[in-house]
Nanobody
Framework: QVQLVESGGGLVQPGGSLRLFCAAS????????MGWYRQAPGEQRELVAR???????DYSDSVKGRFTISRDNAKNSVYLEMNSLKPEDTAVYYC???????????????WGKGTLVTVSS
């Protein structure tokens, strides 16, 4: 079984910064793409940022220039550095990973339980 565990959420004032962390653990052969999604109350879950094998990254237009995604392949971990936070960034942030299990060819999608980020004065 594979688990994704997030940490780093919390309450921050507008203009502030937070760093999210997610680690994948379990019976893993390889982790391909990793990413962060978010879901605000009453809204659909949306992509925030993702990082493919290597350093190829993709960001939502709403966070470009403010958020930075990075990963540590040796630790099957992904980070999200969030700067210049705005109230509209308030949401539950979910970690996502495409994990290849031992003996498999194709990856399976896994999700963390989410961490709440609240941007408010």
């Amino acid at each position: 079984q594979v688990q994704l565990v997030e940490s780093g959420g919390g309450l921050v004032q507008p203009g502030g910064s937070l760093r999210l962390f997610c680690a994948a653990s379990g019976n893993i052969f390889r982790v391909d793409a990793m990413g962060w999604y978010r879901q605000a109350p009453g809204e659909q879950r949306e992509l925030v940022a993702r990082i493919l094998v290597g350093t190829n990254t993709d960001y939502s237009d709403s966070v470009k220039g403010r958020f930075t995604i990075s990963r540590d392949n040796a630790k099957n971990s992904v980070y999200l550095e969030m700067n210049s936070l705005k109230p509209e960034d308030t949401a539950v942030y979910y970690c996502n990973a495409l994990v290849v299990l031992p003996g498999s060819i194709y990856g399976r999608n896994y999700w963390g339980k989410g961490t709440l980020v609240t941007v408010s004065s």
